[in-house]
Every structure is written in C-alpha cells, then in structure tokens.
C-alpha cells in the first residue's frame, strides 16, 4: 500500500471554494429559482454556486492524490498593483468617464509585472481600452459617459 500524500495548498482552495460556494448557495435561497427555461433571479446565482462546491470538492480529493510543493513567497506587486486596479476603476468611472478610467486601471495593472517596460504598458492599456470601448459602447451600447465631468474644463 502506497503511502498518503498531501497537499495543504491545495486543500485549503479547495475547502475555500467550498466554503465561497456554500455562502452564495444560501444566499441565493431566498431568490425565486424558476426553470431552465424561465429562469428565476436565485437559477444563475445558485447554478454557479453549485459549479464552485463541486469545484471545490474535486480540488480537495485531488489534494489527497498529490504531494504539496512548499508554497512559494508571495506576489508582493502582483497584490499591490492588481487588486487595487478595479477600485481604481470604479472610483474614477463617474468622473473621469469609461476612457480615461479604464485605461488608467490598465496602465497600473499592467506595472504587476517586472518585465513591464512604460512603452509596454502604454501600449497594452491604448490597445485595451480601444478594444474596451469597441465592445462595450459600440458593440453592446451600453449608455455610460465615454468622459466624464472632471475632463470638462
């Protein structure tokens, strides 16, 4: 008999999964569930909910089958610089409008990798948010101010 291995990392993402899916599924049950056909507003909320314990389950039996490499150090940048990136987008889209907010929010998500040169990031953020608004103003219409008050001199 071969010996156990396990892998903490692993079973601790998983049982996060779990724990994420179960607090949306609850949440999700005092919303109107409906049928595939006429979806309530709970269907999607729980659908999904469903997808991330079962996630969560797989990720877990397969920390058993696998042994754990030592984690790493953390991504010190990649935290500093990703996960502020939508606040800042979400902070300065009223004012500054959809153009200027996104690709600011590009240009500092950008920087999350040391290979980034500035010409890299300028590039990458004009390119998104051309790609941005190709989609989401022209392609999908969406009313949102393309630049907002704090631009209007």
């Given at each position: ?6 892998d ?45 314990v ?38 300065t ?16 998500a ?18 998104l948010?051309?790609?941005?608004v ?20």
């Amino acid at each position: 008999m071969g010996k156990l291995t396990f892998d903490r990392t692993n079973a601790l993402c998983g049982a996060l999964f779990i724990a994420a899916g179960l607090f949306f599924m609850i949440q999700s049950l005092d919303l109107e569930m409906g049928t595939a056909f006429r979806m309530g507003p709970g269907y999607f909320p729980m659908l999904l909910s469903g997808i991330l314990v079962l996630l969560g389950l797989i990720v877990l039996i397969q920390a058993t089958r696998v042994e754990g490499e030592p984690a790493g150090p953390l991504a010190w940048r990649g935290m500093l610089l990703l996960l502020p990136a939508p606040i800042l987008f979400g902070l300065t889209v009223r004012g500054l409008g959809f153009v200027p907010a996104i690709f600011l929010a590009a240009l500092v998500a950008s920087f999350a990798s040391r290979r980034m040169t500035i010409t890299m990031a300028l590039v990458l953020s004009l390119i998104l948010t051309v790609f941005s608004v190709a989609v989401f103003s022209y392609g999908l219409n969406l009313p949102f101010q393309r630049f907002g008050p704090w631009l209007r001199f």
